[in-house]
C-alpha cells in the first residue's frame, strides 16, 4: 500500500519534472526569438545607405581615376 | 596526426560591417563574434572604413561606438589603392563596388563577404576568392569545421 502510494507521488513528480523541463525550453526559445529582433536599424535601410555612399565616393573620387 | 583548422582571412564588405555593428544575433554578428574568438581574420579597407564613417554620421548614429569599439579589436586594414589598382580592378567588374573589391584583392583574402547580391554577382567567378553572403560564408565555415573533425579522427 506504502509502496503504491510513493510510486504514484513519484510519477507525479516526474510529470511535474517534464513539464517544468518542456516550460524551460519554451522560455528559452522565445528569449531567443526575442533578442533576434533586438536591431536598431534595419537591415534593408543598411544596404541602401551603404550603396548610396559608395555612389557619391565613386563620383567624387574613384570615376576620375579611371 | 591533429589536423589544424586553417584561419579564413575574410573581407567585410561596408554593408556587412554595419549590419554586424547593428545587431549580434544575425549572421554578420555571428562572424564578427569568429574574429573576436580568434576563430577567423578579418580585412577591411580604408575605403570600407570611410563609407562606414560616412552612413554612421549620416543615418545611423547609434553604431558610432560599436564602429570605434570593432576597429580598436584591431582588424587588418589595407594600405590605400593605388590609381593602377583602381584601374585594373575595374576592367574586371566594371562598377562602383571596384574600390571595395580592389580592397579585398590586396588583401590577399579567401572570402568577401556582402549583403549586396548584385554585388555578388557581379564579381562571381571573376576572381580568385569567393564572394558570398553572411549566411553563405557561415555554411562554409561550418563545413570547412567538420572536415577538420573529421580528418582528426
Given at each position: 500500500?506504502?509502496?503504491?502510494?510513493?510510486?504514484?507521488?513519484?510519477?507525479?513528480?516526474?510529470?511535474?519534472?517534464?513539464?517544468?523541463?518542456?516550460?524551460?525550453?519554451?522560455?528559452?526559445?522565445?528569449?531567443?526569438?526575442?533578442?533576434?529582433?533586438?536591431?536598431?536599424?534595419?537591415?534593408?535601410d543598411?544596404?541602401?545607405?551603404?550603396?548610396?555612399?559608395?555612389?557619391?565616393?565613386?563620383?567624387?573620387?574613384?570615376?576620375?581615376?579611371? | 596526426?591533429?589536423?589544424?583548422?586553417k584561419?579564413?582571412?575574410?573581407?567585410?564588405?561596408?554593408?556587412v560591417?554595419?549590419?554586424?555593428?547593428?545587431?549580434?544575433?544575425?549572421?554578420?554578428?555571428?562572424?564578427?563574434?569568429?574574429?573576436?574568438?580568434?576563430?577567423?581574420?578579418?580585412v577591411?579597407?580604408?575605403?570600407?572604413?570611410?563609407?562606414?564613417?560616412?552612413?554612421?554620421?549620416n543615418?545611423?548614429?547609434?553604431?558610432?561606438?560599436?564602429?570605434?569599439?570593432?576597429?580598436?579589436?584591431?582588424?587588418?586594414?589595407?594600405?590605400?589603392?593605388?590609381?593602377?589598382?583602381?584601374?585594373?580592378?575595374?576592367?574586371?567588374?566594371?562598377?562602383?563596388?571596384?574600390?571595395?573589391?580592389?580592397?579585398?584583392?590586396?588583401?590577399?583574402?579567401?572570402?568577401?563577404?556582402?549583403?549586396?547580391?548584385?554585388?555578388?554577382?557581379?564579381?562571381?567567378?571573376?576572381?580568385?576568392?569567393?564572394?558570398?553572403?553572411?549566411?553563405?560564408?557561415?555554411?562554409?565555415y561550418?563545413?570547412?569545421?567538420k572536415?577538420?573533425?573529421?580528418?582528426?579522427?
Amino acid at each position: 500500500m506504502a509502496n503504491d502510494t510513493s510510486a504514484t507521488i513519484l510519477e507525479r513528480v516526474n510529470e511535474i519534472e517534464k513539464s517544468l523541463q518542456e516550460l524551460k525550453v519554451d522560455l528559452l526559445f522565445d528569449s531567443l526569438k526575442k533578442k533576434k529582433g533586438m536591431r536598431m536599424y534595419r537591415t534593408e535601410d543598411i544596404l541602401k545607405e551603404t550603396k548610396k555612399t559608395r555612389k557619391q565616393f565613386w563620383n567624387e573620387k574613384y570615376s576620375k581615376v579611371i | 596526426m591533429k589536423s589544424i583548422q586553417k584561419l579564413f582571412k575574410v573581407f567585410l564588405d561596408t554593408s556587412v560591417l554595419l549590419s554586424s555593428l547593428n545587431s549580434s544575433f544575425g549572421a554578420s554578428g555571428f562572424i564578427i563574434s569568429l574574429f573576436k574568438l580568434n576563430k577567423i581574420i578579418t580585412v577591411i579597407s580604408p575605403e570600407v572604413i570611410s563609407e562606414a564613417e560616412k552612413a554612421i554620421k549620416n543615418k545611423f548614429p547609434l553604431l558610432k561606438i560599436p564602429f570605434l569599439d570593432f576597429l580598436a579589436s584591431q582588424p587588418i586594414i589595407t594600405q590605400k589603392l593605388t590609381p593602377k589598382e583602381v584601374k585594373s580592378t575595374y576592367k574586371i567588374i566594371n562598377s562602383e563596388d571596384t574600390p571595395i573589391l580592389a580592397g579585398a584583392i590586396k588583401g590577399k583574402v579567401d572570402f568577401l563577404v556582402t549583403l549586396d547580391k548584385k554585388f555578388q554577382e557581379l564579381a562571381k567567378n571573376k576572381v580568385r576568392f569567393k564572394i558570398l553572403s553572411p549566411g553563405k560564408f557561415l555554411e562554409e565555415y561550418r563545413k570547412s569545421l567538420k572536415e577538420v573533425q573529421l580528418q582528426a579522427r
